[in-house]
Every structure is written in structure tokens, then in C-alpha cells.
T-cell receptor, first 115, second 118 residues
């Protein structure tokens, strides 16, 4: 069965600093991986997704993630944090058992950006 | 990108009453819709998967008689919380996909509905 582990429920960075949000996955089949962002009282917005093409995936708002099979990781990075990046971030893996593209979410990481 | 709406955005009801939440895909036909539940400061937990014109598939531990899901058209799915109790208070989020069987197809999420049961 697929699962996702996000290390660090809270991450705090200074504005302009590197953002690194960690995600490790477990999957019995080649995984499809996603990063979503959630702002307070809102739904989820897709940042980027890995679907077995390039291992370095670029997303919206300057975010990118690198798929590393040997480390079973899909960490999310952004070179320079902006105040507007403060939000909850979820890593997810696609569970294709049963024929449907269900998403299994990690516990989430709350990113705080301070001046 | 594809837009998914939910109505209402928030609802307060008395214990024992039923509440219906609508999920609509506004500019595409959603063959598959998913319903999630999110408790404060927690992740999303999938409740059920619904396909247009067929019965929903519920995740283990989700009471199908309590959480009634109807996917009557390619643009509308509804979740009805029957005989709601305070423990049902939560943030309910739907998502919609154009083809549930393809892993390349993205799920588009609605803005969520905050349910508070008094």
C-alpha cells in the first residue's frame, strides 16, 4: 500500500531564505507524487506533480521538487521564501489500487515565513 | 485550470438534522468525484469515491448510511450528512477528476465546506 511521510509538521523560515519541505513515500509500484498547498479555510491547489518523466519537477510560484528513487523522497524546495508562501503544504501519492486514482496525503507541513 | 465549487461554504446546524453539501465542476465534466474530510490541523482523509451514475465506493470506517453521496450528473455530486452530531463537525472538501482511472489526471479541489453541528 502507498503511504507518505512528511517530516516536520512546522517549518519556519525568514523571508528570502531557502524553503525545504520534506516528503518520503512508500509505494509498491512506480509512484505518482504531488505537492499541494492549502491556504486557511480554502481547498487545495496543485503546486506540481511527478508522473515518471523528468525527476526534477518545476511547479507554480517558484517551487520545484526532485524525485529520488534511491531515497524514496520527493522534497519540495523554493530558493527564496516570500511572505505569501505561508500556508499548509501536503505531499500526496496516487493510489491506483482498485482502479481509481485516489490520493493518499501526508500529515502536512505548516510553513511560516517571518520578516 | 478547471474550477470546482462547493456550496455552502459554511453551515451551522442543530444536532439530529441533515445537511447537504454540493460539489460542482464548473467548466469540465467530472466522471469521478472524491469527498474528503479534514479535522483541524490535520490532513485530508478520503471518505468516498463517486462515479457518475453509479454507487459511491466508501473507504473503510466511513458509514455509508450516514454520509450519503449522489453523483447524478457529470457536473454535480452531493454529500448528505444525515442525523448530524457534533462529532461530524469538520471541513469537507470535494475534488473532481476527468478520468478516475488515469493516474495522469489531476484532481481539482473545491474550496471546502465548514460544517458545525451544535
Amino acid at each position: 500500500a502507498q503511504s507518505v511521510t512528511q517530516l516536520g509538521s512546522h517549518v519556519s523560515v525568514s523571508e528570502g531564505a531557502l524553503v525545504l519541505l520534506r516528503c518520503n513515500y512508500s509505494s509498491s509500484v512506480p509512484p505518482y507524487l504531488f505537492w499541494y498547498v492549502q491556504y486557511p479555510n480554502q481547498g487545495l491547489q496543485l503546486l506540481l506533480k511527478y508522473t515518471s518523466a523528468a525527476t526534477l519537477v518545476k511547479g507554480i510560484n517558484g517551487f520545484e521538487a526532485e524525485f529520488k528513487k534511491s531515497e524514496t523522497s520527493f522534497h519540495l524546495t523554493k530558493p527564496s521564501a516570500h511572505m505569501s508562501d505561508a500556508a499548509e503544504y501536503f505531499c500526496a501519492v496516487s493510489d491506483r489500487t482498485g482502479g481509481y486514482n485516489k490520493l493518499i496525503f501526508g500529515a502536512g507541513t505548516r510553513l511560516a515565513v517571518h520578516p | 485550470g478547471a474550477v470546482v465549487s462547493q456550496h455552502p461554504s459554511w453551515v451551522i446546524c442543530k444536532s439530529g438534522t441533515s445537511v447537504k453539501i454540493e460539489c460542482r465542476s464548473l467548466d469540465f465534466q467530472a466522471t469521478t468525484m472524491f469527498w474528503y474530510r479534514q479535522f483541524p490541523k490535520q490532513s485530508l482523509m478520503l471518505m468516498a469515491t463517486s462515479n457518475e451514475g453509479s454507487k459511491a465506493t466508501y473507504e473503510q470506517g466511513v458509514e455509508k448510511d450516514k454520509f450519503l453521496i449522489n453523483h447524478a450528473s457529470l457536473t454535480l455530486s452531493t454529500l448528505t450528512v444525515t442525523s448530524a452530531h457534533p462529532e461530524d463537525s469538520s471541513f469537507y472538501i470535494c475534488s473532481a477528476g476527468t478520468s478516475g482511472r488515469s493516474p495522469y489526471n489531476e484532481q481539482f479541489f473545491g474550496p471546502g465546506t465548514r460544517l458545525t453541528v451544535l
